[in-house]
């Protein structure tokens, strides 16, 4: 599967294409990082952004997309999800099917592939990538973060996809992917909510390959496989 992983930033936009198919170096088949001058008109950094990522559809015809969204608070949110919307825009447009992460998601992620416990730092994803593509060499943390975005976009959607089972998964991918649940209050009382990305098609997950070009309808959401719903749910 070839995915394109993007990580925005206005002033570091990270993006990489990862094939899933292949073995060490040839895994990361291309990726960059691109950036925009503070003295540009902001809504014109977002336009530049939004060309790149349709570019680097049109050039590599990647099957799926994943992208980091905004975390849920801080400064910089708003900008972060502006930044984000003009990246859709683009992805949309191409009609491919994207999935999102936050950053603490990613890093949950990305945890689970390392020996230690702890804090995630920029170089523990940069030898995540050092590692997954046996490439001693470490890329700049931009594209490391894309990177790992690109192949756990991958590993979602070969789930979904039935390419490879719940067997195979890391503990962290398990829980993210199919296990994750919140406590909603309801006029009945409380009850638990599956928030796992397998069950958040139109929220974390966009199937737009189904949806006409002539249209802005969302689609009815994937049947699910039923070996991957009939799981015990984690509280």
Known sequence: MITLGL???????????HDSDASNKSRRIA????????????????IQ??????????KYNPSHVGIESPAYDGPFQVIHHGLMLFSLE????????????????LKSLVRSNKKH??????SDVQR????????????????????????????????????????SLSESERRVFLEKTKKKKTATGEKI??????????SRVFKFSSIPKDSVILPAKSKINPSLINLSIKE
């Open 7 to 17: 990580d925005p930033s206005l002033t570091g936009y990270g993006w990489c294409i």
């Open 31 to 46: 990726s960059g990082r691109e950036s925009t001058k503070t003295n540009m008109v902001p809504v014109s950094r977002f």
């Open 49 to 58: 952004f939004r060309k790149m990522v349709s570019s680097l559809i049109h």
């Open 90 to 105: 683009a992805i949309f447009e191409h009609r491919v099917d994207v999935v999102l992460f936050d950053p603490s998601t």
């Open 117 to 122: 416990g702890g804090k995630i730092l920029k």
């Open 128 to 167: 995540f990538v050092s590692i997954d593509t046996l490439d001693s060499k470490f890329i700049s943390s931009d594209e490391a973060d894309a990177y790992a975005i690109g192949y756990f976009t991958a590993r979602f959607f070969n789930l979904a996809d039935g390419v490879i089972d719940q067997k």
């Open 193 to 202: 909510v599956r928030t796992a990305h397998i069950f958040r098609e139109n």
